[in-house]
Structure formats: structure tokens, C-alpha cells
């Protein structure tokens, strides 16, 4: 209630001032200061780059991570977000090929990650045709991305780099995903477990004196984890000693918490040198609860680097569901947020709250100093049982089970919870609907040490 109450008075107080906010004095005040709102942006020279800039501004978003084609793009792009005041961060893709993807296919197939089963990404498919992910590994992988660093540091006006797929293939997609792939992962398996290239096999053997693929299960190895987490550090921490050296802010979009992205794609960003980061913590891809937000960000203040202000990457929403990501994250540590993407909000209704917010969070953090402090005491909670957003959730997912089959079933009535096994991540329930007589299985999975995620399944009835 506190925490709304503030919200509420500082909405208002907002609705009050930003009437008087010109382009050219929000842009005097913005450029004294690091943009508090941003989003992440497809540059598209064929699109009105200064509608976009000018709703943008209007919205409160003062920055944009922008990902462009080529260098020359950004010499075009810069100047128009400029004019409104909005800084931009060139969004680069790291491991993981985007423009160039075909030419590097070509004429180094051999630069490519590899599964344990021993295919390499540059002759199969890992979830989606266009996960090519390099292997950090290969001295040409590094001199490459060096060169393509430098020339985007090289573009005047550009406030820093944002590294995106600076990691390895999901070895675990977000539960959420597993419908749409048809598939359960419900601990490592070796078709989507990369970063087993030769040359890492052979660096790996030198430095701890066995080959991990040996092992019964090599996803067991931390000393094998940590390797290649460590690989991927190597290329971010080479990738910001350029952008450093050129003056420009160091940024990345990882994976939700420093430990969650080490168990889920091999990044440990905790030990990167980052001035800004924007962890991805997209809670309707794990939990589909807004405590998944507050829990990752309470995570994220302690593991971040010691040097990095930490944001939060939330998946923008067209519905009020968007103000409570951002009081989970804004209240519990974060000290801005960014969105996926602006062209999401679309309902004029949220568009004003959305300003209205924006400007509320501003004028807080300004009376504070710059600096965003958390308005109440919150402790992370793991066990799901006391969490009554996903309850509610799996209780509803319960329901549309039974309903599937009889969609004139009475309400369920749930028995007590009956743990019937854990191993890894995992801990899985038995759970009876007392009116359907009907059993099932309810899962959830804590990478990371956070709950994560959750899954219902149909389990055999009582004969």
C-alpha cells in the first residue's frame, strides 16, 4: 500500500509538470545525466526514425539500446535521437551472428560452437535457424569481434556498446517455451549443451588434466561449467577494455541473474566489467509472476559487479501488468529500466500512465540524489507454496486441465502437495483434484537458487 500510495502522488504531481516539458529542455537536462528509461530498438532506415524518437521522448524513454546494420547507421540515426534528447547504445550481437551471418558460414565453418553430442552449429540447428553462436575459444572468433567493436566505437556521438548473445545455446530454455518446441528440459542434455569445440577441449585438458566429455554426466562438472563461463568472460572483458579505451559506457543484456545465466547459457556477468547492465528478467518466459522480477533484482544487487549500476530488461506490456514489473524491479534496487519494445504500447490509456510514470520516477530519483533506494525490506522467497501469484496460476492451469476434458467440471479442490522427487534444479509434487479424482504432476525448477520456473503435467490416476 505504501509503496502505491508514493506511486500514486508522485503520478500526479507529474501529470502536473510535464505539460511544460519541451523537446529542447528535457534535452538540455538529459544529456547532464545517464538515461533512467530505455528500450531496446531494431534500427530500419526505411522507417521514421524521428516519429519514433519523438514518441520516445513523449513517453519518457531517454535512451535507446539501437541495433543497426553498420556503423554508417548509426552516423545517420544519432543525430535525429539526439534532437530529442535520447542517447544511444549501439545493441550488438556478440557469439551468436546476425548481419554478416552467412558470409562467416561460408568461409569459417570451423569458428562454430559444438554440442556434446559433437555437432557443430555451422552444420545443425539448435531451437531456431538463427542461432549461430561462435565459439569464444577460436583465436579468429576473438579478432573478429575485436574489429567489428572497434569500428562501432568508432562513430561519434555513440554513447557506449550493449552486448546481446555474449553467451553459449540455452542448454535450458524458460519453462514457459517448452510448448513451443515440443519438448521438456527438465535437467541438462547433450544436444543443447555447447561449447564442447575442440580447441576448448583441448584448453580444458591442459589446464585441469582430463577431457570432461569422459564423465558419466559432464553437466555435473562445475570445474566444466566454469570453464566455459569463464571463456565467455574472456570475450565481454576484451570487448570493454576497446570500448573503454574509446570513452564509451560498457553495457550488456544478460540472461536474468549472474547464476541463473551461468546454469542457463554458460554467462556469469557478475565478473564482467560493465558500467550499465540490463539482465533480462522477462517473467512471463519463467514464472509468469511479478515476484520472479523483485526476486532476480534482489539477486542481481548482490552479484552484480562492484562497479556496475545495475537496470532491469522487462518485456513491455500493453496493460497495467507493465507498472507493477516496474515497482518490482525500481522498488527493490534497480536504478532503471528498459523495455521490449516502445512499439508495444499501444493502448493511449497507458501510453499517459506509462508518461506519467516515467516522469514520477525521475522526479524520485532526482530527491534521492541520483539514486533509487529500495522503499521496503523484501527477502526473497523460495518456497512456492507461499507465493500467490503462481499458486493462483497453477491452481487456473489445474482447472483448464480438467476442463479440457469436461468443460462443465465443477471448481477443482486440490489435496495437499505430496513431494515425490528432487534431483538438480528440480523438485516435483503430486497433487490430486478431489472432485475430478483426477492426479497430477507440478514441477518447479530453481536455476540459479531462485524459483524460476513451473510446469503441470497429467499424472497416471489411482487404479
Known amino acids: 500500500m505504501k509503496e502505491k500510495l508514493i506511486r500514486t502522488c508522485f503520478i500526479g504531481l507529474a501529470l502536473l509538470l510535464i505539460q511544460s516539458f519541451s523537446v529542447s529542455s528535457v534535452h538540455a537536462k538529459d544529456k547532464e545525466k545517464p538515461a533512467m528509461f530505455w528500450t531496446w530498438l531494431d534500427y530500419n532506415a526505411k522507417t521514421n526514425f524521428d516519429s519514433i524518437c519523438r514518441e520516445m521522448n513523449y513517453l519518457g524513454i531517454d535512451g535507446v539500446m539501437l541495433n543497426a546494420a553498420s556503423p554508417d547507421e548509426y552516423r545517420v540515426a544519432i543525430p ?38 559433437g555437432k557443430s552449429l555451422a552444420d545443425t540447428t539448435a531451437y531456431v535457424g538463427y542461432y549461430k553462436f561462435l565459439s569464444p575459444v577460436v583465436p579468429g572468433v576473438k579478432e573478429y569481434i575485436k574489429k567489428k567493436i572497434e569500428s562501432y566505437c568508432e562513430v561519434e556521438g555513440l554513447e557506449g556498446i550493449s552486448i546481446d548473445y555474449n553467451r553459449y545455446v540455452d542448454v535450458v530454455l524458460p519453462t514457459t517455451l517448452w510448448p513451443k518446441y515440443n519438448i521438456v528440459q527438465d535437467r541438462e542434455y547433450p544436444a543443447w549443451d555447447y561449447g564442447y569445440h575442440p580447441i576448448a577441449i583441448e584448453k580444458f585438458k591442459k589446464q585441469y588434466g582430463y577431457d570432461p566429455r569422459a564423465q558419466k554426466d559432464p553437466s555435473k562438472d562445475l ?34 541473474t549472474p547464476k541463473m545465466a551461468s546454469r542457463m547459457v554458460r554467462q556469469d556477468w557478475g565478473k564482467w566489467n560493465l558500467d550499465v547492465v540490463f539482465p533480462m528478467v522477462y517473467s512471463n ?179
Open 223 to 256: 570445474k566444466w561449467r566454469q570453464f566455459r563461463c569463464d571463456q565467455i568472460t574472456d570475450i565481454a572483458n576484451m570487448i570493454a577494455e576497446i570500448v573503454h579505451s574509446h570513452g564509451k559506457t560498457m553495457a550488456a543484456s544478460p540472461f536474468p
Open 80 to 117: 535525429i535521437a539526439k534532437k530529442y534528447g535520447i542517447q544511444v547504445i549501439a545493441w550488438l550481437w556478440t557469439m551468436n551472428l546476425e548481419h554478416d551471418r552467412d558470409k562467416i558460414l561460408k568461409e569459417h565453418p570451423d569458428w562454430f560452437s559444438v554440442n556434446r553430442n
Open 285 to 463: 518466459f519463467y514464472t509468469e509472476d511479478p515476484s520472479f522480477i523483485s526476486d532476480c533484482t534482489l539477486e542481481n544487487v548482490r552479484d552484480k559487479g562492484a562497479n556496475t549500476t545495475l537496470y532491469c530488461g522487462l518485456m513491455a506490456k500493453n496493460n497495467e501488468e507493465i507498472f507493477t514489473d516496474m515497482d518490482e524491479a525500481l522498488n527493490n534496487g534497480a536504478q532503471g529500466i528498459s523495455i521490449f519494445t516502445i512499439h508495444s504500447l499501444k493502448d493511449p490509456q497507458i501510453k499517459e500512465k506509462f508518461r506519467a510514470y516515467t516522469a514520477a520516477a525521475k522526479a524520485r530519483k532526482a530527491q534521492n540524489n541520483g539514486t533509487l533506494t529500495r522503499l521496503a525490506h523484501v527477502k526473497i522467497e523460495n518456497n512456492p507454496f507461499k507465493k500467490e501469484g503462481i499458486m493462483k496460476l497453477i491452481n487456473q492451469k489445474i482447472q483448464d486441465l480438467v476442463r479440457s476434458e469436461n468443460p462443465a467440471a465443477s471448481p477443482i479442490a486440490l489435496s495437499k502437495y505430496k513431494k515425490i522427487d528432487a534431483y538438480d534444479v528440480t523438485q516435483k509434487y503430486l497433487v490430486t483434484d478431489k472432485v475430478s479424482k483426477k492426479n497430477f504432476y507440478v514441477t518447479f525448477f530453481f536455476y540459479g537458487g531462485i524459483l524460476s520456473g513451473w510446469n503441470v503435467d497429467p499424472a497416471p490416476n489411482a487404479a
